[in-house]
């Protein structure tokens, strides 16, 4: 099971080790981006398996999208429980 909450401060020190990681510059892994954006796209969190978790919602509709997971690990498996619990939501 994922365990996503919406995105606050409180979660800035987490979400910003992981993007520390990329060597992507992207503005979709920027903590003040999605932090910004965070009623708009109701922007969620998680953490699975040494993975950073984020999803957000379409605008003006419930079609969730989700960001690649960061992280090390098994991403075949990450993205197993995602296709999961993407297929379970419609």
Known sequence: MLDFHPITLSDRSLIENYF???DN???DYSFANL???K??????CGEKDGFLLIRFYHA???NRVYLEPIGEGNVS???ALL???A???G
């Open 39 to 44: 009623h708009l796209y109701r922007t969620e």
């Open 87 to 89: 297929a379970q939501t």
């Open 83 to 85: 296709q999961d619990e």
């Open 77 to 79: 498996e990450i993205l």
């Open 35 to 37: 932090f910004l954006w």
């Open 20 to 22: 520390l990681r990329l």
């Open 25 to 27: 510059q992207v503005c």
């Open 60 to 62: 003006g509709s419930d």
